[in-house]
Every structure is written in structure tokens, then in C-alpha cells.
């Protein structure tokens, strides 16, 4: 005699209609066992400035366009931090980074918020 009455040897069944969900999860390595997780992906590598690029200047808080200490700080998508105004005056001339020259468009310009502390 069989003291357990359940005959799945499963302790946790997955319902039949939700079968899909947990074979999805399964497969993109999302299911609850840490040991069958995907690692994650490396992340990608930095932009590097062109060598017809603008340079970067040392002083990390001076825009590489003006010179000056950044004002209203953006960048587009490079990483590299320039003033907003100068940034779009020269992606509307150029239509790429000043440092990289990866084509740009004025939509990919992102205001940047950076603490006054």
C-alpha cells in the first residue's frame, strides 16, 4: 500500500493551462532555480573617440566643444557629457557625436541631471 494518495511524484505540479508560461520562463532561464539561470550578457563596450573626433578634455567637467565648465549637461548616447546647447548646435550641423562620430539625431540628445553637491 501506498501511503501517499497523490500518484504525481511532482511535489509542485504546474496547472495545465498556465503549462506554456512556466515552458517559456523555463527556456529564457527565468524560472526559480538559481542553478539552470542564464548568466546575464556582458555589457556592451564603451564608445571610443574617433581620431577625427573632438578630445576629451582632462578636466572631466569642461565640455569637449566650448571648453568651458558644462552648463545644462547632455549627452548622445556616447557617454560623453557636453553642454546641451553646444551639443545640439553641433549634431544639427554634423548629425553625429563630436567625439565618436556615431551618427546622431537630435532625438537621441539626453539631458543630463547632475548633483549640485
Same mark, same amino acid.
Given at each position: 500500500?501506498?501511503?501517499?494518495?497523490?500518484?504525481?511524484?511532482?511535489?509542485?505540479?504546474?496547472?495545465?493551462?498556465?503549462?506554456?508560461?512556466?515552458?517559456?520562463?523555463?527556456?529564457? =532561464?527565468?524560472?526559480?532555480?538559481?542553478?539552470?539561470?542564464?548568466?546575464?550578457?556582458?555589457?556592451?563596450?564603451?564608445?571610443?573617440?574617433?581620431?577625427? =573626433?573632438?578630445?576629451?578634455?582632462?578636466?572631466?567637467?569642461?565640455?569637449? &566643444?566650448? =571648453?568651458?565648465?558644462?552648463? &545644462?549637461?547632455?549627452?548622445?548616447?556616447?557617454?560623453? &557629457?557636453?553642454?546641451?546647447?553646444?551639443? &545640439? !548646435?553641433?549634431?544639427?550641423?554634423?548629425?553625429?557625436?563630436?567625439?565618436?562620430?556615431?551618427?546622431?539625431? !537630435?532625438?537621441?540628445?539626453?539631458?543630463?541631471? !547632475?548633483?549640485?553637491?
Amino acid at each position: 500500500p501506498n501511503p501517499n494518495p497523490n500518484p504525481n511524484p511532482n511535489p509542485n505540479p504546474k496547472p495545465k493551462a498556465l503549462e506554456f508560461l512556466y515552458r517559456e520562463r523555463e527556456e529564457l =532561464g527565468l524560472d526559480n532555480d538559481d542553478t539552470k539561470r542564464k548568466p546575464a550578457p556582458p555589457p556592451p563596450l564603451p564608445a571610443r573617440p574617433a581620431a577625427s =573626433g573632438t578630445g576629451v578634455p582632462s578636466d572631466q567637467r569642461r565640455c569637449a &566643444l566650448c =571648453g568651458n565648465v558644462r552648463v &545644462l549637461p547632455a549627452t548622445c548616447g556616447s557617454g560623453f &557629457l557636453f553642454c546641451y546647447r553646444c551639443l &545640439l !548646435e553641433f549634431v544639427r550641423e554634423n548629425h553625429c557625436c563630436p567625439v565618436t562620430k556615431i551618427p546622431v539625431t !537630435e532625438d537621441s540628445i539626453i539631458r543630463i541631471y !547632475e548633483s549640485t553637491e
